[in-house]
């Protein structure tokens, strides 16, 4: 006989912590096309190995308009991805999953941020639980995005950028659940939330 009857039911939603790309888990080097010129910020690899240690899956999206701009292409995103995960190996920890608009902003597309279409597809598809999830970014677009997903949301310094950040910021009428210096620190005080 194939089994006692109980159905397995759904799966068990998870809590995932998204982050930003460029900018956020590296310096944004404006439409990066060759994968070796990626760095990451200090601390990030150990950051990441924290947010798996407690059981979080990390979810990366990110805009990446260059592909319609014709600046880079889709192999060349992947290519990124794949040398993102190989400088994270050393410290244990990877990206789970990569979800990038390729779209240009003029668009208008439901897949850039702050649009949520990605976050959604991500949270279907990795059976997430937005309510206990959270997102650190650099821009008002990340913000936005998790505000508009119910996520927790802490806006990470932007190198060179605040001043422009903070307009937009005020411009959108959002304000982040958290803020903080580096990602480090800002993986630091999600954890905290318990």
């Given amino acids: 006989m194939a089994g006692s009857g109980a159905s397995a039911g759904p799966p068990r939603l998870r809590r995932a912590l998204f982050v930003d790309r460029d900018g956020t888990l590296g310096p944004d080097l404006h439409y990066l096309k060759e994968a070796p010129r990626l760095e990451l910020f200090r601390g990030v690899g150990n950051a990441l190995s924290l947010v ?18 014709g600046l880079y292409t889709v192999a060349d995103v992947e290519a990124i991805h794949e040398r993102l995960n190989e400088l994270l190996r050393p410290f ?15 668009h208008h597309c439901a897949c850039r941020k702050p649009g ?3 976050f959604e597809r991500a949270r279907d598809e990795l059976h997430l639980d937005l309510a206990s999830s959270a ?3 650099d821009s008002a677009a990340d913000i936005g995005a998790g505000a508009r997903l119910g996520v927790l949301t802490t806006l990470v310094r932007s190198r060179g ?7 937009d910021l005020a411009e959108a009428g959002l304000v ?14 999600v954890l905290a939330r318990g």
Avoid: K
């Fill in 135 to 137: 997102l650190i970014g």
């Fill in 116 to 118: 949520t279409e990605l």
């Fill in 52 to 69: 798996h240690a407690h059981g979080e899956l990390v979810v990366c999206v990110t805009n990446q308009s260059g592909v319609e701009r």
């Fill in 161 to 167: 950028h605040e001043r422009e950040v903070e307009r």
């Fill in 92 to 106: 244990g920890s990877s990206v789970d999953a990569f979800y990038y608009c390729p779209h240009a902003p003029e």
């Fill in 176 to 189: 982040p659940d958290l803020r903080a210096e580096t990602f480090e620190s800002a993986v630091l005080r």
